[in-house]
């Protein structure tokens, strides 16, 4: 298996299209809004195993509406404007699951954005994620709340990062952000 990095927008068309192939199989994605959001995304880790790709997680750039509603629905008492990042899209095919591919493309990720607020939602239920966002530093933060499909409780994770301003503003984060790139 070989670890690749990259932005969803440089890569073939036939790694784009395994990569929304493997998020979509995950169904925890709004499919009206996942093609625009890879496209925005800042980074793209992901595993492949021979030509297949078998693993994935990014990290997002979620436009404000939608940071500011997430920490509304679970009522978090943060500024979700300094959290921009957004830890997501992780998925792995099911023969190569228990082999820590997760926690390994999330933990490439966050040693590229150590230094970023970054926030994630994951089900209530997703136990194996929430041990990953633990491992990683990140908190829960507010209370659970309902989905968008109103099927599954969520929860907000946040991570601090360790050199972010607490008045850097998000415009100013994403221009730190692209200059560090």
Do not use: W
Request: proline share 2%; glycine share 4%.
């Amino acid at each position: 298996m070989e670890l690749h990095f990259g932005t969803y927008r440089e890569m073939t068309e036939k790694d784009q299209f395994e990569i929304k192939d493997l998020i979509i199989k995950g169904n925890e994605a709004n499919m009206d809004l996942l093609e625009s959001r890879l496209y925005s995304s800042a980074s793209t880790a992901y595993f492949k195993d021979g030509v297949t790709i078998i693993a994935t997680a990014s990290i997002k750039i979620p436009e404000a509406y939608y940071v500011n509603e997430i920490f509304d629905k679970a009522v978090a008492d943060l500024n979700p404007s300094k959290h921009i990042f957004e830890l997501g899209y992780v998925f792995v095919e099911s023969p190569y699951r228990n082999q820590k591919l997760a926690s390994i493309l999330c933990a490439e990720l966050m040693n590229k954005f150590k230094n970023e607020h970054l926030f994630s939602t994951t089900r209530t239920d997703n136990l194996g994620m929430q041990s990953i966002l633990h491992t990683l530093g990140f908190e829960p933060s507010g209370k659970s709340y309902l989905s968008l499909t109103k099927t599954k409780l969520l929860q907000l994770f946040i991570r601090n990062g360790s050199l972010i301003d607490q008045e850097l503003s998000q415009e100013s984060a994403l221009e730190h952000y692209m200059s560090q790139s």
